[in-house]
């Protein structure tokens, strides 16, 4: 008898119909996709187009979410501006999702600080709507937010305010603009003013390396050691399953050993 065993296709894309899109800045665009995404926050999505190629995308929306998931996509190249020419109702290629998450278990009954800036803000923001879901479980919450002007802050005011119920949000911008009446300057700055149990906090990073390297700066004489500082690496990821090498980092593959590493894994290893 030959028994006929059914193998998932790692490769093969779904297609996915674009519920709602919409711009979040001047390079940016909001992707709603109509389909349940089974994830982690902090897991990601490769997302394309036939003809285009395809793009890793970190997933935006929250994990509870049963009918849809969210993208924010920055117009960088090829793929993504073909992305950005699209319209509701058009379909687009999602396969995944991919890597490993945030470890959600270690957060519990810790204060958590979440750092992210600019377009990093994705796996942030989906990591911040679980511990909404979850308030009680967690100690105190922050989510320190950087970007280079107002119009660059790609979550919108009236999700902020819905946060800021649950979370104490700390929004910086690069450089004076005018009618802003909030933080100028480095997130590092914010960071400075956070209070912690230093026995017992953790901090969620999303960013660029030079940004995670002064922070992990602040938060280290804070008590909060490289083992308990986690941060999602942003790197050109191509096959998701650890066998085109496009996003070695040291040894380890951002698709598999990742996107979530603890700091120590991935210190100086940055793109």
């Known amino acids: 008898?030959?028994?006929?065993?059914?193998?998932?296709?790692?490769?093969?894309?779904?297609?996915?119909?674009?519920?709602?899109?919409?711009?979040l800045s001047h390079n940016v665009k909001f992707l709603r996709l109509?389909?349940?995404?089974?994830f982690i926050p902090g897991q990601f999505v490769l997302a394309g187009l036939p003809g285009y190629g395809e793009a890793p995308f970190g997933v935006a929306s929250s994990p509870f979410e049963k009918s849809y998931f969210e993208l924010m996509v920055r117009e960088v190249g090829n793929v993504s501006s073909a992305i950005h020419r699209l319209k509701k109702g058009d379909e687009i290629d999602v396969r995944g999702p991919y890597g490993n998450g945030f470890p959600l278990d270690f957060f519990k009954n810790k204060d958590v600080v979440m750092v992210s800036g600019g377009c990093g803000i994705p796996p942030i923001a989906s990591l911040t709507e679980y511990f909404i879901k979850n308030r009680k479980n967690f100690g105190r919450l922050y989510l320190v937010y950087g970007s280079a002007t107002p119009d660059d802050i790609l979550v919108k005011q009236d999700k902020i305010?819905?946060?800021?119920?649950?979370?104490?949000?700390?929004?910086?911008?690069?450089?004076p603009a005018s009618g802003w009446k909030g933080h100028v300057g480095f997130v590092t700055d914010l960071v400075k003013e956070i209070e912690v149990n230093p026995a017992d906090a953790v901090a969620a990073m999303c960013g660029s390396g030079p940004m995670a390297a002064a922070v992990e700066k602040i938060l280290k004489p804070l008590g909060v050691p490289d083992r308990r500082i986690f941060i999602s690496d942003e790197r050109k990821m191509q096959c998701g399953i650890g066998k085109c090498q496009h996003c070695t980092t040291g040894k380890k593959y951002v698709c598999l050993d990742g996107p979530v590493f603890n700091y120590d894994q991935i210190d100086k290893n940055w793109d």
Not at 9 to 14: G, R
């Open 34 to 38: 109509k389909k349940q995404l089974d």
């Open 161 to 175: 305010k819905k946060w800021q119920k649950y979370v104490k949000i700390l929004l910086t911008i690069d450089k």
């Open 1 to 23: 008898m030959i028994f006929k065993i059914k193998m998932n296709n790692l490769y093969k894309p779904s297609r996915v119909k674009i519920e709602k899109i919409e711009s």
